[in-house]
Nanobody, 113 residues
Framework: QVQLQESGPGLVKPSQTLSLICTVSGGSITTNYYYWNWIRQPPGKGLEWIGY???????YYSPSLKSRTSTSRDTSKNQFTLQLSSVTPEDTGVYYC?????WGQGTQVTVSS
């Protein structure tokens, strides 16, 4: 059973960059055909897919967030990351990392000065 755990600062100032790490256990992020997702849920709204990084390191992002989003990975630590630049209060929400039916517990990120 793959387990995922998000980590990162809970408070980010407007215009700064949000950075999160997802640490994976019980499986390798280089396992063939695995697509590692970032998903968020703003308060009072539904889930929003942000993007993914694949087992080979390829990336793909939501068109609405593409200009501000970057993902990377550290295979030695079995981690993948999310960076979202130029954040605004509208980026506030719970951020999840995900693989198929496996979800992290989520981490609250608040954008506020």
């Amino acid at each position: 059973q793959v387990q995922l755990q998000e980590s990162g600062p809970g408070l980010v100032k407007p215009s700064q960059t949000l950075s999160l790490i997802c640490t994976v256990s019980g499986g390798s992020i280089t396992t063939n055909y695995y697509y590692w997702n970032w998903i968020r849920q703003p308060p009072g709204k539904g889930l929003e897919w942000i993007g993914y990084i694949t087992y080979s390191g390829s990336t793909y992002y939501s068109p609405s967030l593409k200009s501000r989003t970057s993902t990377s990975r550290d295979t030695s630590k079995n981690q993948f990351t999310l960076q979202l630049s130029s954040v605004t209060p509208e980026d506030t929400g719970v951020y999840y990392c995900n693989l198929q039916d496996n979800w992290g517990q989520g981490t609250q990120v608040t954008v506020s000065s």
